[in-house]
Structures are given as C-alpha cells and as structure tokens.
C-alpha cells in the first residue's frame, strides 16, 4: 500500500481487534493514538509511534481534553477506529438499567463521543470505522442489549456517512462473527462455534484488524461509505 503514513485514533486499543488494529498501523509507520481505560502497548521494534491514551469514551469532556493533549494543536486525523466495546449477556429477565446504561453508553455514545472529539482534526479524505458486529442483523439468543447497541452502531454509521460526505469524510463499519479474542477463547465455545460457521473456522483478530485497514485507508476505499461489512465466514448473511 501507497499511502502516506498517517495518525490514527484507535480505541479499545489494549486488547482483541483494538490492539490488532493498533500493530496493523504501526506495522506501516503510523503514529496510533491508543485509547483505553489501561494504558496500550506496543510490540518491540514497532516502525510506527504508539501514543497511549488513558480515558473512557463515556467521558466526552475527559475524553476531549486527553484527546487535545495528546494530539497537540495543529495535527491531523486521517483514521478513527472505534473498537472499544462491552458484550455481557442480557435477557429480559436479566437486564437492569445499569447494565443497559453500561452498554449503550460504552457501544453508542462512545462512538460519538471519539468521533465528535477529533472532529475538527478530520480532513478530506479522513476516514472512520464503526465496530458492530453480526449481532446487529441476526438475534443473538441471550445477548438482547448488545444487539440493540450494535443496531444502533449500524445506523449511526450511515447518518454520519451522510453528514460528513460533503466535507469527503467516509465513514463505514465492521461487523465481525466470532472472532478468536482472549474474551471468547475463555467461553471454551470456540469449538462449537467454528463448527457451526460455513467457512469452517473462527476469525483471527489480525484478520479483521486488515479491514478496517482496507476500509479506511486501503488502495480502493474511497468509494465505500455507509456502509457496515459482515465478517462472519458466513456464519451471517443479509
Ligand atoms: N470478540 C468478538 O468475537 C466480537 C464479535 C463481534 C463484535 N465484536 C466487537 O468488536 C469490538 C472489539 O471486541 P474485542 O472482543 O476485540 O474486545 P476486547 O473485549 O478484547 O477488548 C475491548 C477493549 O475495550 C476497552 N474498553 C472497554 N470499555 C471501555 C471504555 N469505556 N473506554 C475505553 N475503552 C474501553 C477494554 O478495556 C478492552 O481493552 C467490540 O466493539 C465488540 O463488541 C467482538
């Protein structure tokens, strides 16, 4: 790929896709500003910079000032990956309003919340992408709130990919199935689960992280927006 190296803003970025995306920009010079309750990392030799950015994207006015400072004045966003997200299982039976705030607000509001805080810093040609995930296009037994705050992922993507397209900015999303994370590999489903997936496996987190490389910054992007793409080995089809 050609493109200049550039500065993304990846969140959710200490664990699962979030720090894949992280490696798969350092891997090609960028500078990654890593936000995520727990300070990120980056592997040794890394050719790009990693910035690491303690902050919770339910904080839009905390959020904003860490985001400033360790952005500086002037400089530029070309990528934002909103990856940071929260999946416990609710039922009707189960839910409580604090789970339902914990939810939509880390999965929804985050995601508007990282957005709206480099907002200003986007150019044309500056790209976002919004993790979902199938979940917000087939039901997911057990999993009633998360659905919904990924649904809502997928609409919010759309609006703010008509809302940013006259100053040329795409936005699109990601919607993985299983994917091989720390979190899912301690469910000991995995198993079942790439058994019951028509490509016959689960998804490696670098795979996906290679996405929103695609989708953002990737040689044929920029006639993509609106868009949420569906990463599930055919697991989901729409
Ligand atoms: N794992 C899967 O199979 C799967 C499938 C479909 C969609 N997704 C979605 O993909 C995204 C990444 O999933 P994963 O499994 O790789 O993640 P993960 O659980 O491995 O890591 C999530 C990261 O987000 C951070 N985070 C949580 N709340 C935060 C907050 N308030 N502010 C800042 N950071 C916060 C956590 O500290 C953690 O480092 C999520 O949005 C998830 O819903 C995951």
């Given at each position: 790929m050609s493109s200049p190296a550039g500065t993304a803003v990846v969140t959710g970025a200490a664990s699962g896709m979030g720090r894949s995306t992280v490696e798969a920009f350092l891997?090609?010079?960028?500078?990654?500003?890593?936000?995520?309750?727990?300070?990120s990392t980056a592997p040794a030799g890394s050719p790009g910079t990693l910035i690491?950015?303690?902050?919770?994207?339910?904080?839009?006015?905390?959020?904003?000032?860490?985001?400033?400072?360790?952005?500086?004045?002037?400089?530029?966003?070309?990528?934002?990956?909103?990856?940071?997200?929260?999946y416990p299982p609710t039922t009707l039976d189960t839910?409580?309003?604090?789970?339902?705030?914990?939810?939509?607000?880390?999965?929804?509001?985050?995601?508007?919340?990282?957005?709206?805080?480099?907002?200003?810093?986007?150019?044309?040609?500056?790209?976002v992408v919004n993790f979902?995930?199938?979940?917000?296009?087939?039901?997911?037994?057990?999993?009633?709130?998360?659905?919904?705050?990924?649904?809502?992922?997928?609409?919010?993507t759309k609006s703010l990919a008509l809302e940013l397209a006259p100053a040329r900015i795409r936005v699109n999303g990601i919607?993985?199935?299983?994917?091989a994370t720390p979190g899912n590999a301690a469910t000991g489903r995995m198993d079942a689960a790439a058994a019951s997936i028509p490509l016959g496996r689960v998804a490696q987190p670098?795979?996906?992280?290679?996405?929103?490389?695609?989708?953002?910054?990737?040689?044929?992007?920029?006639?993509?927006?609106?868009?949420?793409l569906m990463l599930s080995g055919g697991a989901a089809m729409r």
């Open positions: 891997r090609r010079g960028w500078t990654v500003v890593a936000v995520d309750l727990v300070a690491p950015v303690v902050a919770d994207v339910r904080d839009r006015d905390a959020l904003t000032t860490a985001l400033d400072a360790a952005l500086g004045p002037d400089r530029a966003v070309e990528v934002v990956a909103n990856i940071a997200g929260v839910y409580d309003e604090a789970t339902y705030r914990r939810i939509f607000d880390i999965n929804v509001l985050g995601v508007l919340n990282v957005t709206a805080a480099v907002r200003g810093r986007l150019r044309e040609g500056s790209s979902a995930s199938t979940d917000a296009f087939t039901v997911s037994p057990g999993q009633l709130l998360y659905g919904a705050s990924k649904a809502a992922v997928v609409m919010l919607a993985p199935g299983w994917v670098e795979e996906i992280a290679e996405w929103v490389w695609l989708l953002s910054v990737g040689e044929h992007a920029a006639f993509i927006t609106g868009e949420t």
